[in-house]
């Protein structure tokens, strides 16, 4: 299994759509057995989840996302859960022990300028 997190010096990026890197996590036997980061491919939006996929990713720990981009993880058959703001590997641990709250809230973000 591979699970993907948007990925801000060290923490999860609030915003899935504007994210320029993704942390990835391959996990066997419910344990992180490597992690790299990747690029965000030089897309946006809806692009990334695309890009995503390609990478193998089957579950995604993301902060807030909008409609159209919960819409397209569902369509890619990727997993999605929301709601996720703190250091990215404490998110991950805390899915694979099953404590973390798996949350499926759709808000998007709002920048100025």
Do not use: W
Request: proline share 1%; hydrophobic share 35%.
């Amino acid at each position: 299994m591979r699970i993907a997190v948007t990925y801000l010096d060290g923490k999860i990026n609030p915003a899935f759509g504007r994210s320029e890197y993704f942390k990835l996590y391959d996990i066997e036997d419910g344990k992180i057995v490597s992690t790299r980061v990747i690029d965000n491919g030089g897309y946006e939006h809806t692009g990334l989840i695309t890009h995503l996929k390609n990478n193998g990713v089957d579950i995604a720990l993301v902060g807030n996302i909008g409609q159209h981009g919960a819409d397209a993880f569902e369509a890619a058959g990727i997993e999605l859960y929301t709601g996720n703001f703190d250091d990215a590997d404490t998110v991950v641990s805390k899915y694979l022990d099953g404590t973390l709250e798996l949350k499926k809230e759709i808000r998007g973000c709002s920048f100025a300028g």
